[in-house]
C-alpha cells in the first residue's frame, strides 16, 4: 500500500548499548575484588600502660627533676600477630611538650601481653601530662611508630632519703633516714648516762665537814707575889 513506511529497525538492546552497560560494570566488580586488601592493611596498634607502682619524683624537691620511674607494660589488641620473637621494642620516650626522656639504654624490650622486668628512672627538662613510646616489633626498628593515644604519666610521689635522692618502688635504700635518727637516740642516750654517772660520782663523794675546829684556850698567867 503506497504511503505506508514500514519500520524495519530491530527491537531490543543494541550493541552500543551493551558495550555501555559493560563499561559501568567492570569498575565496580574491581573495587569490590580490592576491598579485602584495604581489610587487611589495618595495623595492629599496641596498648600501654605503667607497672602499678610507677611513681614521679616529687617536684624539685630531689635531685632528679622531672624524673619518673616507669614499668612499661604492653598489650596487644585480639587478632593482632604476635611478634616472632615475642618482644616489642621501645626505642624513645617522649612527654606533651615533645621532649624526650632519658635515662635508661634503648631499645627498651618488653614481652608482648607482659611488662618489663625492671622499674627504670627517665630524667626530662619539665614535667609531663602524659607520655607517647616509638616503638618496632623486631630489634632492627623495622617501621618505628609513635604509640597513640597518649597514656596519663603517674602521679603518685616515689620516696626519697635524706641525701635527696629519688627512689625505685621498693627500694630499701630509703631507710638511711631512719638509721640516723636511732644513731643519734643512741648518742643522746649515751650522754644521759655520762651525766647520770657524773652526778651519781658527784652526789656520793664525801661532803667536807660542817664542824668548825674548836678553839684553844689561851695559857692563863700567873703573877708571881712580891
Same mark, same amino acid.
Not at 14 to 28: D, F, H, I, Q
Not at 67 to 90: K, R
Not at 176 to 189: E, G, L, M, Q, Y
Given at each position: 500500500?503506497?504511503?505506508?513506511?514500514?519500520?524495519?529497525?530491530?527491537?531490543?538492546?543494541?550493541?552500543?548499548?551493551?558495550?555501555?552497560?559493560?563499561? +559501568?560494570?567492570?569498575?565496580?566488580?574491581? /573495587?569490590?575484588?580490592?576491598?579485602?586488601?584495604?581489610?587487611?592493611?589495618?595495623?595492629?596498634?599496641?596498648?600501654?600502660?605503667?607497672?602499678?607502682?610507677?611513681?614521679?619524683?616529687?617536684?624539685?624537691?630531689?635531685?632528679?627533676? +622531672?624524673?619518673?620511674?616507669?614499668?612499661?607494660?604492653?598489650?596487644?589488641?585480639?587478632?593482632?600477630?604476635?611478634?616472632?620473637?615475642?618482644?616489642?621494642?621501645? +626505642?624513645?620516650?617522649?612527654?606533651?611538650?615533645?621532649?624526650?626522656?632519658?635515662?635508661?639504654?634503648?631499645?627498651?624490650?618488653?614481652?608482648?601481653?607482659?611488662?618489663?622486668?625492671?622499674?627504670?628512672?627517665?630524667?626530662?627538662?619539665?614535667?609531663?601530662? #602524659?607520655?607517647?613510646?616509638?616503638?618496632?616489633?623486631?630489634?632492627?626498628?623495622?617501621?618505628?611508630? +609513635?604509640?597513640?593515644?597518649?597514656?596519663?604519666?603517674?602521679?603518685?610521689?616515689? #620516696?626519697?632519703?635524706? /641525701?635527696?635522692?629519688?627512689?625505685?618502688?621498693?627500694?630499701?635504700?630509703?631507710?638511711?633516714?631512719?638509721?640516723?635518727?636511732?644513731?643519734?637516740?643512741?648518742?643522746?642516750?649515751?650522754?644521759?648516762?655520762?651525766?647520770?654517772?657524773?652526778?651519781?660520782?658527784?652526789?656520793? /663523794?664525801? /661532803?667536807?665537814? #660542817?664542824?668548825?675546829?674548836?678553839?684553844? #684556850?689561851?695559857?692563863?698567867?700567873?703573877?708571881?707575889?712580891?
Amino acid at each position: 500500500m503506497g504511503g505506508i513506511m514500514e519500520n524495519n529497525q530491530p527491537h531490543g538492546v543494541s550493541r552500543r548499548s551493551v558495550a555501555k552497560g559493560a563499561a +559501568w560494570a567492570v569498575p565496580a566488580v574491581v /573495587a569490590l575484588g580490592a576491598a579485602p586488601k584495604a581489610a587487611a592493611s589495618v595495623p595492629c596498634v599496641p596498648t600501654f600502660s605503667f607497672g602499678g607502682a610507677s611513681c614521679k619524683c616529687p617536684g624539685q624537691s630531689t635531685n632528679q627533676s +622531672w624524673g619518673y620511674y616507669l614499668q612499661i607494660c604492653v598489650n596487644l589488641a585480639n587478632g593482632c600477630p604476635t611478634p616472632s620473637d615475642g618482644n616489642l621494642y621501645v +626505642w624513645e620516650v617522649q612527654n606533651n611538650s615533645g621532649k624526650n626522656l632519658t635515662g635508661p639504654a634503648f631499645p627498651i624490650v618488653i614481652p608482648v601481653g607482659s611488662c618489663d622486668n625492671a622499674y627504670r628512672l627517665f630524667n626530662s627538662t619539665s614535667s609531663a601530662h #602524659s607520655l607517647t613510646f616509638l616503638y618496632s616489633y623486631d630489634a632492627a626498628g623495622t617501621n618505628k611508630t +609513635w604509640s597513640t593515644p597518649a597514656i596519663p604519666a603517674p602521679v603518685q610521689d616515689c #620516696s626519697s632519703n635524706s /641525701a635527696g635522692d629519688c627512689l625505685p618502688p621498693g627500694s630499701a635504700a630509703a631507710k638511711p633516714a631512719t638509721a640516723t635518727t636511732s644513731s643519734s637516740s643512741s648518742t643522746s642516750s649515751a650522754s644521759s648516762t655520762t651525766s647520770r654517772s657524773s652526778a651519781s660520782s658527784t652526789s656520793s /663523794a664525801p /661532803a667536807p665537814s #660542817s664542824t668548825a675546829p674548836r678553839s684553844t #684556850s689561851a695559857p692563863t698567867s700567873t703573877t708571881p707575889a712580891g
